[in-house]
């Protein structure tokens, strides 16, 4: 019988798991390699059915993604006061096995940071344990490539959906004020617990991401998975050289529900490898109007969505439980 320390049971008493199934891992995701003439078709195609798909020959140095994952790693390991230091994670900073502002917790710890350079001096993240410029130089190299890759997709996507200009998306992230954020995840291994119980942890719970597109890099290591528009979770077989694109909620309502913003999740691994992934989320400017664009509503089609701002839909967002589905609020009736 395997005992656990008491320590171990009490933190993670309060958190959610899932019944434990066999991984076996989803063959029908979309792999989009850049370089393909037909690229851009199945990038739409991808976004309308899953709101989810792989890039290969993506043209981010594998480099720039290595130096910074080290670099997290090695935070990761500091001890929990030091770690500490670098919290709360409101907005910016170290956060542990809470989530957002109500009350969510999971099997992860995180560090999150704005991609908007003038605000990291405001956040906690400059009573970090280790030399904060290295660490801030690394994740300034890692988003900017990663932002240059999200542009270049947002622009084929605009070009097959015939949207003019070409960077009707794109302008959004590069936009000096996009509100875009960054974070890195790294989910512990809990193998005794996992074995005991038979059912598994959730790392990180079920949610969409409010912003226009995230791109998710992990280590080699399973534990995302995706719902199916059917509501199935499969699990995404990991691949540490590639990206994974996430269509988010401002990215339906701009498409007006023709793409799916995808819910996905999160379970920790039950061996005994950590978790650690890399995450940036596009975001608009605070007072960008997110709507249907009008160059892709067809005669007599009416917008799905009241009309807001993305300040006004992140401050909705940030007041539900992650779980929740935001753009419901959003929805006309
Ligand atoms: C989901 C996407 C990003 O990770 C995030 C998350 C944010 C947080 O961790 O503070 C939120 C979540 C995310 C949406 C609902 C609110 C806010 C946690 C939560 C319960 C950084 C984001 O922008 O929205």
Redesign the pocket.
């Known amino acids: 019988m395997v005992v656990l320390s008491q320590p171990a049971v009490d933190s993670i008493s309060f958190i959610k798991t899932v019944k434990k199934q066999a991984t076996t891992h989803f063959t029908g995701i979309p792999v989009i390699d850049l370089f393909d003439p037909c690229a851009k078709t199945l990038i739409v195609e991808a976004c309308q059915e899953f709101g989810f798909f792989k890039v290969v020959n993506h043209g981010v140095p594998m480099e720039v993604v290595s130096r910074l994952e080290t670099e997290a790693v090695n935070f990761f390991k500091l001890s929990q006061a030091e770690k500490d230091k670098a919290g709360p994670?409101n907005?910016f900073g170290y956060?542990s096995k809470r989530?957002?502002?109500?009350g969510?917790v999971g099997w992860v710890e995180?560090l999150?940071f704005s991609s908007n350079p003038d605000l990291i001096s405001q956040s906690s993240l400059l009573s970090f344990p280790r030399n904060p410029q290295v660490f801030w130089s690394l994740v300034n190299n890692y988003v900017s490539a990663v932002r240059n890759l999200a542009c270049e997709v947002l622009e084929m996507i605009a070009d097959e959906l015939k949207i003019k200009p070409r960077n009707t998306f794109s302008r959004l992230l590069k936009d000096e004020k996009s509100d875009s954020?960054f974070?890195l995840n790294h989910y512990p291994p809990c193998p005794q617990l996992q074995a005991l119980s038979g059912r598994n942890l959730i790392g990180?719970g079920e949610?969409?991401?409010?912003?226009v597109i995230?791109v998710v890099r992990s280590n080699n290591t399973s534990g995302l998975q995706i719902s199916l528009k059917d509501g199935t979770w499969v699990s995404v077989p990991p691949d540490q050289y590639s990206f994974f694109i996430h269509v988010d909620d401002s990215l339906q309502v701009m498409t007006n529900g023709r793409f799916r913003s995808v819910r996905h999740r999160v379970l920790a691994d039950d061996s005994l490898k950590s978790r650690v992934s890399m995450?940036y989320?596009g975001?608009p400017p605070l007072s960008e109007k997110i709507a249907p664009l009008s160059s892709l509503m067809e005669e007599g089609e009416e917008s799905l969505y009241k009309e807001f701002t993305w300040c006004e839909y992140?401050k909705s967002?940030?007041?539900?439980?992650?779980g929740?589905n935001?753009l419901g609020l959003f929805e006309k009736t």
């Open positions: 994670p907005p956060g989530i957002g502002p109500n969510d995180y999150l954020c974070r990180f949610h969409t991401d409010p912003q995230s995450i989320f975001g992140k967002a940030y007041k539900t439980r992650l929740e935001r």
